[in-house]
């Protein structure tokens, strides 16, 4: 998580390299990706989405979780992955997109000069579009509404208002500078929109031909906390439904009921089958613990 919060990202692709548990969470139930998306590490949340949704797929083949924090940590993988669920800060990026002039003139003088105004009709995504090449602008990504959907969206002001987000902003729109194929300006260039991510780079290879450029706009979410409850520091967390989930952490109940002394095997057998049936339980909801102590 360290390397995650501080953009070291030879040090996070080796620890992926080598099979490290990217769900792992740390006290405050966040996990590497939340670290690197609360320093606006994007490139590197990038990197993690990719192997959490590696892990997600290869679920059957995951190694035994060898202590109770490890059992919990891990998602419920009977749903399809989304990265909003399994996190609490999540960056949402969008494309600016433009294209060079085709002018056989403006080559020979010099570099090639891009504007959105070049765009094909071809050019489906349009000036701004998810990163998937859906078209929106930047006023169109909403927060995510619970009565909605659970991933970042493009919706209406008059849906949105009908509705409790349990999402918050807490940046603003900024150039992702994070990426290391990138120029000093934020773009990336290929010469095609739908290029493979290894063949977009920070500067055209040639003056010559049509190119296209995009850069990387990101602002960062975070999910609704409660960090105020009567008798203690206790940090809350806002389900999808955005009810907030009572009741006792259940890790801890597990270790209790595994730290009882028993009479004889078939008692302790019949604990530790009461145990895994609370953390299998707990564990269907993706941000349980809901509460936990800060200090």
């Given amino acids: 998580m360290n390397a995650a919060s501080k953009g070291n990202i030879e040090t996070v692709e080796y620890l992926l390299d080598h099979h490290s548990n990217p769900f792992i969470k740390n006290k405050l139930n966040e996990n590497a990706y939340d670290v690197a998306a609360t320093s606006q590490e994007i490139y590197i949340c990038g990197l993690l989405e990719k192997a959490e949704r590696e892990w997600w797929k290869g679920k059957r ?24 669920d399994c996190h609490i800060t999540v960056p949402v990026i969008v494309h600016e997109n433009q294209r060079s002039a085709t002018s056989f003139g403006l080559s020979l003088r010099g570099s090639l000069k891009y504007s959105s105004n070049s765009l094909l009709k071809s050019d489906f995504r349009g000036p701004w579009s998810l990163p998937d090449g859906r078209p929106t602008t930047k006023d169109e990504v909403k927060l995510p509404v619970a009565a909605i959907s659970s991933s970042a969206s493009t919706i209406s002001n008059a849906t949105a208002s009908k509705s409790r987000n349990s999402w918050f902003w807490v940046t603003d729109w900024q150039i992702d500078m994070t ?33 296209v450029r995009r850069r990387r706009w990101v602002r960062v979410m975070k999910r609704v906390v409660d960090v105020s409850k009567e008798g203690g520091n206790v940090l809350q967390f806002v389900s999808e439904n955005n009810t907030q989930i009572d009741g006792v952490d259940y890790v801890k109940r597990a ?13 302790q057998l019949a604990q530790y089958t009461e145990a895994i049936e609370i953390l299998l339980s707990g564990s269907k909801s993706m941000f349980l613990p809901f509460f936990f102590s800060l200090d």
Wanted: net charge negative; hydrophobic share 25%.
């Fill in 61 to 84: 083949a995951l190694p035994n979780p060898t202590s109770f924090k490890e059992l919990a940590d891990m998602p419920n993988f009977d749903k399809p992955y989304n990265v909003n």
């Fill in 179 to 211: 990426h290391p194929r990138v120029d000093s300006q934020g773009w990336q260039y290929a010469r095609n929109f739908e290029e493979n991510e290894k063949n977009w780079y920070t500067s055209p290879l040639t003056n010559s031909g049509s190119w």
């Fill in 255 to 267: 270790e209790s009921i595994i730290n009882k002394k028993s009479a004889s095997e078939v008692d």
